[in-house]
C-alpha cells in the first residue's frame, strides 16, 4: 500500500509496477517479445513495462514499452461515479501514429482476441470491456469486441479499475499475469497455443465460494440480456444446490483441472474421484451441450489434466426428449461421461 495514495501520480504508479514486476511473471514482459517477435535484443528499458516515452505528457495513460502496434497492457486514470480510479488491463488504441498510420493492422488482432475469449469464454473473471469514441461508453461484461469498434480514433479497453486511494500494486500485477496468455497469443505467430497460461499448478481440489456474486444493483433486464450475469445466477445456484447434496467441503468454484485451464465447479466424491460441472446459458439444451462438451471434454482429458469420472452440461433449458437420445447416444457408443442438469434460478429482480 501506499501512504499518501492521493498524492500519487501516474508515472509514480508506473514506476511502482515496473519496479515490483520482477516478482511477478509480467517482468518478462520483454523477454516474451524478444522471443515471439524474433526480436534481435530486449527493448529499450530491459525488463521494465512502462518507460517514459510509453507514459502520456498529461500522465492520464501509459501503456509497455512496444505497445503502439499491439494488444497494449495498459494503465490510466478514470473517474467512476464522481471517484477518481486506476484503470488497469490490456487495450487496443485504433488512434492513428507516426508508429501506426494505418489502425487496420490491428484488426487481425482484435479477431486473435475475440478467438480467445470465444475459445474461454469463463477466462478473466470480473474483467470488462469499455471503449472510447470521443467518449466513454458504459463498461460491458461480455468479452468480445464488435465490428462497429473497429474504426480510426476508438480505444478499447479491457480489464478492471479500483479507487486510486485503493491502490494496490499487486494486485494490478496479478491482473497482468493473468492477461499473458491472451497477449502472446494475440502477439504471437499462427498457431500459438492458447491453452499455456501461469495457472499451471498441478489439481489440488479446494473446497470454497464463489468470489463473483451478483449485485442488486442490475436491473431485470440486465439479468436476462447480459450472459456473464447469468452465467454467476445459474452457477450460483448451482453451487448451493451441490453444497447441500455432497456438503461444502466437496465443492470448489473454478478449480484449476491441472492443465491450466479452470473448471466451474467440480464435486469430490471420493479421494480419486471427481465431478466437473459447467454452466451455460443458451435457451435450448442442445444450444448448451454444443458449447460445453468440448470444454468438458479438454478439462478432463487434456495431457497432465486431473480425469473426472462425471462431465456434466448445466443450464437453464429443460432437458428435451432429443437432447436425452443424444446423451445416451455419446455415452452409449463413444463411452463419454456427458451428462444434462437443469439448473433454474429461483428468483429473477
Not at 443458451?282 to 470444454?295: K, M, N, P
Request: glycine share 8%; with cysteine.
Amino acid at each position: 500500500m501506499y501512504n499518501e495514495r492521493q498524492e500519487m501520480s501516474l508515472r509514480a504508479i508506473a514506476m511502482q509496477l515496473n519496479g515490483l514486476s520482477r516478482l511477478y511473471a509480467i517482468g518478462g514482459l520483454q523477454s516474451l517479445r524478444k522471443r515471439i517477435k524474433n526480436l534481435k535484443r530486449l527493448a529499450l528499458g530491459g525488463g521494465a513495462i512502462f518507460h517514459d516515452i510509453t507514459i502520456s505528457d498529461d500522465e492520464e495513460w501509459a501503456f509497455h514499452y512496444g505497445g503502439r502496434t499491439e494488444l497494449q497492457f495498459n494503465i490510466g486514470l478514470q473517474q467512476f461515479d464522481g471517484v477518481e480510479c486506476l484503470r488497469y488491463g490490456v487495450a487496443f488504441s485504433l488512434e492513428p501514429s507516426q508508429t501506426l498510420p494505418d489502425v487496420s493492422k490491428l484488426y487481425e488482432k482484435i479477431r486473435r482476441f475475440n478467438e480467445f475469449m470465444r475459445l474461454y469464454p469463463e477466462a478473466f473473471p470480473g474483467f470488462r470491456i469499455c471503449h472510447h469514441d470521443k467518449r466513454w461508453s458504459p463498461w460491458r461484461n461480455e468479452k468480445q469486441i464488435h465490428p462497429e469498434q473497429m474504426k480510426s480514433g476508438v480505444f478499447i479497453f479491457f480489464g478492471d479499475y479500483m479507487p486510486l486511494d485503493e491502490f494496490e500494486p499487486g494486485k494490478v500485477l496479478n491482473a497482468f499475469d493473468e492477461l499473458l496468455p491472451l497477449y502472446e497469443y494475440v502477439e504471437g505467430p499462427q498457431g500459438t497455443e492458447p491453452l499455456q497460461t501461469t495457472d499451471t499448478q498441478q489439481f489440488q481440489f479446494t473446497a470454497g465460494e464463489l468470489e463473483a456474486k451478483t449485485d442488486t444493483q442490475y436491473t431485470r433486464e440486465q439479468r436476462v440480456i447480459d450472459v456473464s450475469l447469468r452465467h454467476i445466477e445459474i452457477q450460483q445456484a448451482l453451487l448451493e444446490r451441490l453444497r447441500s447434496e455432497h456438503g461444502a467441503e466437496n465443492v470448489g468454484c473454478e478449480q484449476c483441472n491441472g492443465a491450466g485451464m479452470r473448471i466451474d465447479i467440480v464435486v469430490r466424491r471420493s479421494k480419486d474421484q471427481y465431478w466437473y460441472y459447467e454452466v451455460k446459458t443458451s435457451g435450448t439444451a442442445r444450444a448448451c451441450i454444443r458449447e460445453a462438451l468440448g470444454q468438458l471434454l479438454e478439462y478432463s482429458y487434456w495431457p497432465e489434466a486431473q480425469r473426472a469420472a462425471r462431465l456434466i452440461v448445466v443450464g437453464e433449458a429443460p432437458f428435451d426428449l432429443k437432447a436425452r437420445n443424444y446423451i445416451r447416444l455419446l455415452q452409449s457408443q463413444f463411452n463419454i461421461p456427458i451428462e444434462y442438469q437443469q439448473q433454474l434460478v429461483s428468483k429473477r429482480r
